[in-house]
């Protein structure tokens, strides 16, 4: 993992990072991309500088959080109904309580189940207005979320979550952190 990572982090150093996701004031139910730089174009007498400039790879481009969010919701339905269990509900509290605990890790470095004042998944997630949370996961670091996926599939804990067939609903978030790396939290809920 800590190759791949450093790979990644060598690949985005190099990369503008134009999908990056921005918190919005009071943690608002949407959070908006980066608006992206504007690139001056100087005109020559052989035509436009920016004809000349190098175009990046679209796969050097980091995914914008909000499809990594929705692939992670797929994905874990995929397995939940490759294993048997329903599928999730997706929940826009949950969502809220995910992506304010994902922009809390991005913006601290600080990987943990316990966010801003040591506030723990349920609270986070009664505060966002679910009242019966059920459990979390959370990574960070994994460029896609096949690869994200992979790695909670491989961790008893964090699989047994994913196909706990008792939970309702779910919420996730995504939120790239200053240095390009995406911190994920998965919520569930019994509801």
């Known amino acids: 993992m800590f190759d791949s990572a450093a790979r990644h982090l060598a690949l985005l150093a190099t990369a503008p990072l134009l999908a990056l996701a921005t918190p919005a004031p009071a943690h608002a139910d949407e959070i908006a991309p980066a608006p992206a730089a504007a690139v001056p174009i100087v005109r020559t ?3 436009s500088a920016a004809e000349f400039l190098p175009t990046p790879a679209a796969e050097s481009l980091p995914v ?7 692939q992670v919701i797929e994905l874990t339905n995929q397995q939940r109904n490759a ?7 997706v929940d826009q509290d949950l969502i809220l309580a995910s992506e304010r605990q994902s922009w809390y890790m991005a913006e601290t470095h600080n990987f943990s189940h316990l966010g ?31 690869e994200v996926m992979d790695a909670w599939m491989a961790s008893p804990g964090h699989r047994a979550n994913i196909l706990n067939c008792a939970m309702r609903s779910i919420g996730a978030g995504v939120t790239y952190s200053s240095d390009g790396l995406p911190y994920y939290t998965q919520v569930f809920g019994w509801l």
């Open 116 to 146: 801003w004042g040591g506030s723990t998944f349920e609270a986070r997630a009664r505060v966002a207005g679910y009242l019966q949370p059920a459990g979390e996961n959370i990574a960070w670091g994994y460029p896609t979320a096949q």
């Open 83 to 89: 294993y048997g269990c329903g599928e999730l509900a």
């Open 64 to 70: 914008p959080a909000e499809v990594l969010t929705a």
């Open 45 to 47: 007498a052989f035509g």
